[in-house]
């Protein structure tokens, strides 16, 4: 769990969630989450069902937000949750033990009881302000040094990252970026995940 992790977000994308998955993957992206808010249960189903298969053929990673049963029905490598999801107890039950379990978290005490659960990595923001999701205050890249030694497991950082901020943020202990805005918004997808993987790679060595 390292690197730059796209979250495919359904209500931003641009163009097909597919299309934005093998676009940036050939800029290096292997890492990726599918998430839809809105639509129904059954529409999730089928977008995972495809991303996973496409996942697979790329040699990705594919995770599917929110929801473990459709992460298990789909063939997905796994679920990111949320604090009012399904507790990781219950999504290890659902998807068993070579399945990846992420949660996304926002303090300390919640990255510890990640970990306890058997959380396989937690996400932490949002570092900066961010518009794509309401998920409090920035917290900045101190709080990631804090949280890298209050845990063992991988710690994806998200929330207004993009290509300028990025390499702190990987500075700051981060194991991975997750990305949403800066990436589904550019008019090329590619060009725009080729920027953040370039400026991790270069600067920060």
Same mark, same amino acid.
């Given at each position: 769990?390292?690197?730059?992790? !796209? /979250?495919?977000?359904?209500?931003?994308?641009?163009?097909?969630?597919?299309?934005?998955?093998?676009?940036?993957?050939?800029?290096?992206?292997?890492?990726?989450?599918?998430?839809?808010?809105? *639509?129904?249960?059954?529409?999730?189903? +089928?977008?995972?069902?495809?991303?996973?298969?496409?996942?697979?053929?790329?040699?990705?990673?594919f995770i599917v937000n929110d929801h473990a049963d459709?992460?298990?029905?789909? @063939?997905?490598? %796994?679920?990111?949750?949320g604090q009012d999801d399904l507790p990781i107890e219950?999504?290890?039950?659902? !998807? @068993?033990?070579?399945?990846?379990?992420?949660?996304?978290?926002?303090?300390?005490?919640?990255?510890?009881?990640?970990e306890r659960a058997g959380a396989d990595y937690i *996400?932490? %923001?949002?570092?900066?302000? &961010?518009? &794509?999701?309401?998920?409090?205050?920035?917290?900045?890249?101190?709080?990631?040094?804090? /949280?890298?030694?209050? #845990?063992?497991?991988?710690?994806?950082?998200?929330?207004?990252?993009?290509?300028?901020?990025?390499?702190? #943020?990987?500075?700051?202990?981060?194991?991975?970026?997750?990305?949403?805005?800066?990436?589904?918004?550019?008019?090329? /997808?590619?060009?725009?995940?080729?920027?953040?993987? +370039?400026?991790?790679?270069?600067?920060?060595?």
């Open positions: 769990m390292r690197g730059l992790y !796209l /979250i495919l977000d359904q209500d931003l994308l641009r163009v097909g969630p597919m299309e934005a998955m093998t676009a940036a993957f050939s800029s290096g992206v292997r890492l990726f989450q599918y998430r839809d808010k809105s *639509g129904s249960r059954r529409a999730i189903y +089928e977008a995972a069902l495809l991303l996973a298969r496409t996942a697979r053929q790329l040699g990705a990673l459709i992460a298990a029905a789909a @063939g997905a490598d %796994g679920v990111h949750l219950g999504a290890r039950r659902l !998807l @068993g033990g070579g399945k990846i379990i992420g949660i996304s978290t926002h303090s300390a005490k919640q990255a510890r009881e990640a *996400g932490f %923001g949002p570092i900066y302000a &961010t518009f &794509t999701k309401d998920a409090g205050a920035a917290q900045g890249t101190d709080a990631i040094r804090i /949280i890298k030694q209050t #845990v063992k497991i991988p710690v994806i950082a998200i929330g207004g990252i993009n290509r300028e901020n990025a390499p702190e #943020v990987v500075r700051a202990g981060a194991d991975g970026v997750a990305v949403i805005g800066a990436i589904l918004s550019a008019e090329n /997808i590619a060009a725009a995940a080729e920027e953040i993987v +370039e400026t991790i790679r270069i600067r920060v060595s």
